[in-house]
C-alpha cells in the first residue's frame, strides 16, 4: 500500500489523538488557534509527494474567440477567425501528509501564443467587439487546500485559490476534470467544476480572482456531525474591461450544514445558506442570497457514490433605477454519481444553481457534467470531458448579457508512453447561442490538438 493510500485510510479511520479538545470547543476565534497548533504537526510529515508537471500542446481552432455570424440588411456577415494556437504549462505539486493533517498545493503557469495570417496575433479588426489584439497570454493558478483533524470526530480545513488569466481562455478548457472527485467528505456540497463565466466576454481582459473557504466540522455524535463553511471571492479585471462591460465584484456566502450518519454507507443532510453579491457598478448594485437545501448520499462501495441536494433559495435586491426592493425565487437541484475503477471512471452532474457573473449580476445556472475515462490498454486510454450550462440573469430588472446556452465536448486519446510520458490527441467542440440580440446566430467551433505531456510523482520521506 502506498504512502497515500496509507494517509487517506488513517485519516478516515484511526488518527492520532491530540490533547488539545479544550481549546478546540466550537468557535471561530478557536478555529485560527486550530490552525496555529496545526502546523508543528504539518512539519513532522510522513512523506513528502512532489509531482512536477509539463504540457506543451498545439493545433489550430477554427474559431478561436467562438464568434458568431452576423445577420445584418439580409446578408450573413461571416465573423469566425481560425487561428493555431500554441501552449506551454508548467505545474508542480506538493503534499504533506500525516495521519492527522494533510496539506496540497499546486501552481501552474501557462504560456500561450496564437498565430495567424502569417502574424502572431489574432488578426483583430479594431472595430470588432468580439476580440482583441492578443499575440500572447501567460495566465497563472495557485491552489492551496489542507485539513488538520483535531480529534477523531472534529477536523478544521481550508481551501484557497489565486488565478490571472484572460477572459478568452475561459472558452479553452484546460483542466483534468477526470481527476476532480466527490467520494470525499464534503466534495458533494461543492460548487459545480464548471466555469459558468466562460465566453462572458471574447474581449481579452486580464482577470484576477481570489477564493478563500474554510470550513470547521464538528462531531457533535459518532453519527451526527455540524460543518460551518465560508467562502470568499473577489474577482477584479484589468484594463479594457469596461470597453467589455465587464464588472469587479465581490461575493461572500456561509454556510451551516447538520449532517447524520444514517448506516455506513448513506447519510442525509439539511443546510441553510447565507451570502451578499456586490459588483463594483456606478450604481453599486447589491444582491442578499438565502437558501435552504437539503441532500442524501449513498455510497454503493468505497469507489462509487451518488446521491442528490434539492432546496429552495431567494435573491433580493435593489432597483438600481427606481431603488424598490425585488425578489427572486426559484429551486436548487443537483443530482451526481461517480465511480472510479481500475478500467472505468466517471462523474456525472446535473442540476441548477446560483453563480456569478462578470456582467455584475447573479445568474441562474442549468449545468449538466459528465466527464470519463476508459483504460482501451495498458498503454492506451480514451478520455472524454463534457459540460452544458444555460444562465438566465436572476431578477427582471437584470442586465440579460449573460443569459446565453454554451457547451462543451471533448474527446482525447492518450497514449502512455512511458509511466512519466504520453502523448495526447484531442479533439473540442464548442457552442454557445446567446440571448440578447437576434441578429447574432449560435456559434461554435472545432478545435484538434496534440499534447506531449510529462507528469512524476515522487514520494520523498518515511
Known amino acids: 500500500?502506498?504512502?497515500?493510500?496509507?494517509?487517506?485510510?488513517?485519516?478516515?479511520?484511526?488518527?492520532?489523538?491530540?490533547?488539545?479538545?479544550?481549546?478546540?470547543?466550537?468557535?471561530?476565534?478557536?478555529?485560527?488557534?486550530?490552525?496555529a497548533l496545526a502546523l508543528p504537526g504539518l512539519a513532522a510529515a510522513e512523506a513528502w509527494i512532489v509531482t512536477p508537471e509539463l504540457n506543451i500542446r498545439s493545433g489550430y481552432d477554427d474559431n478561436i474567440n467562438l464568434t458568431p455570424d452576423i445577420e445584418r440588411r439580409g446578408l450573413d456577415l461571416t465573423n469566425e477567425k481560425g487561428a493555431i494556437e500554441t501552449n506551454a504549462s508548467v505545474a508542480l505539486e506538493l503534499a504533506t501528509l500525516t495521519t492527522i493533517s494533510e496539506l496540497r498545493a499546486r501552481a501552474r503557469l501557462d504560456f500561450i501564443s496564437y498565430k495567424q495570417d502569417g502574424k502572431n496575433d489574432r488578426d483583430t479588426d479594431p472595430n470588432d467587439n468580439f476580440d482583441n489584439e492578443v499575440g500572447s497570454e501567460d495566465n497563472q493558478y495557485i491552489d492551496?487546500?489542507?485539513?488538520?483533524?483535531?480529534?477523531?470526530?472534529?477536523?478544521i480545513g481550508a481551501r484557497f485559490g489565486l488565478e490571472r488569466k484572460?477572459?478568452?481562455?475561459?472558452?479553452?478548457?484546460?483542466?483534468d476534470r477526470i481527476s476532480e472527485t466527490l467520494l470525499e467528505d464534503g466534495a458533494d456540497d461543492n460548487q459545480f467544476a464548471t466555469d459558468t463565466d466562460t465566453g462572458v466576454s471574447r474581449v481579452q481582459v486580464r482577470r484576477e480572482r481570489i477564493q478563500a473557504e474554510p470550513y470547521w466540522s464538528i462531531g457533535l455524535t459518532q453519527n451526527t456531525r455540524?460543518?460551518?463553511?465560508?467562502?470568499y471571492d473577489d474577482t477584479v479585471y484589468g484594463s479594457g474591461a469596461e470597453d467589455a462591460r465587464l464588472v469587479d465584484f465581490t461575493r461572500h456566502r456561509s454556510s451551516v450544514r447538520l449532517e447524520h450518519s444514517l448506516t455506513e454507507t448513506s447519510r442525509v443532510f439539511f443546510a441553510i445558506d447565507g451570502g451578499t453579491f456586490d459588483a463594483d457598478t456606478d450604481t453599486g448594485r447589491e444582491f442578499d442570497e438565502l437558501a435552504v437545501r437539503t441532500g442524501y448520499r449513498y455510497n454503493?462501495?468505497?469507489?462509487?457514490?451518488?446521491?442528490?441536494?434539492?432546496?429552495?433559495?431567494?435573491?433580493?435586491?435593489d432597483d438600481p433605477v427606481t431603488g424598490e426592493n425585488e425578489d427572486d425565487t426559484g429551486a436548487i437541484v443537483k443530482v451526481f454519481g461517480e465511480h472510479r475503477g481500475e478500467l472505468t471512471r466517471y462523474t456525472a452532474s446535473l442540476g441548477r444553481t446560483i453563480t456569478p457573473s462578470g456582467n455584475g449580476v447573479l445568474v441562474e445556472s442549468d449545468i449538466v457534467e459528465l466527464n470519463i475515462s476508459r483504460s482501451l490498454s495498458p498503454r492506451f486510454e480514451f478520455r472524454l470531458e463534457s459540460e452544458y450550462f444555460g444562465n438566465s440573469a436572476v431578477g427582471s430588472n437584470s442586465d440579460p448579457r449573460s443569459d446565453r446556452d454554451y457547451v462543451r465536448i471533448s474527446p482525447m486519446l492518450r497514449w502512455n508512453w512511458t509511466p512519466e510520458w504520453s502523448v495526447n490527441l484531442i479533439y473540442e467542440y464548442q457552442w454557445e447561442d446567446r440571448k440578447i440580440n437576434e441578429d447574432l446566430d449560435a456559434a461554435d467551433s472545432n478545435g484538434a490538438f496534440v499534447s506531449i505531456v510529462y507528469r512524476k510523482q515522487n514520494e520523498i520521506g518515511q
Open 1 to 35: 500500500m502506498s504512502k497515500i493510500r496509507k494517509f487517506r485510510y488513517a485519516f478516515s479511520s484511526s488518527p492520532v489523538v491530540l490533547g488539545i479538545d479544550s481549546a478546540c470547543m466550537p468557535s471561530w476565534r478557536a478555529f485560527l488557534g486550530c490552525w
Open 144 to 155: 492551496v487546500s489542507g485539513r488538520y483533524k483535531i480529534t477523531p470526530i472534529n477536523d
Open 166 to 175: 484572460y477572459t478568452g481562455t475561459s472558452t479553452r478548457g484546460f483542466n
Open 226 to 231: 455540524l460543518r460551518l463553511q465560508y467562502r
Open 300 to 317: 454503493f462501495s468505497p469507489i462509487s457514490v451518488v446521491g442528490f441536494n434539492i432546496g429552495a433559495r431567494q435573491v433580493s435586491s
